[in-house]
């Protein structure tokens, strides 16, 4: 059963920095891993993503500001976001899409003032 649990959210001023993680559990690779962000009444979107062969995706908003990285021994996901904007206030989900899965975390609040 695959499991994933974030941390790392929280509250920071515009400009600031935050490290979201995503411990999985249940899987034997991190492809497939993914960060998705959903802000009041909007469309949950995806943020980045972590393919075969280290390969990376990200939205367009990111703009070189996030950098997702996978820790593969500790089975680990890790979103590290600088620059960080007042519209990137939203529920960041770690999720795993693979193999016919689709599992998502419980969810980590990112809150940023202006």
């Known amino acids: 059963q695959v499991q994933l649990v974030e941390s790392g959210g929280g509250s920071v001023q515009a400009g600031g920095s935050l490290r979201l993680s995503c411990l999985a559990s249940?899987?034997?690779?991190?492809?497939?891993m993914n960060w998705y962000r959903q802000a009041p009444g909007k469309e949950r979107e995806l943020v980045a993503a972590l393919s075969t062969g280290g390969l990376t995706n990200y939205g367009d908003f990111v703009k070189g500001r996030f950098t997702i990285s996978g820790d593969y021994p500790k089975k680990m996901v890790n979103l590290q976001m600088n620059g960080l904007k007042p519209e990137d206030t939203a529920v960041y989900y770690c999720n795993f899409r693979r193999w016919g899965l689709d599992v998502w975390g419980q969810g980590t609040l990112v809150t940023v003032s202006s």
């Open positions: 249940g899987i034997a690779s991190l492809n497939g």
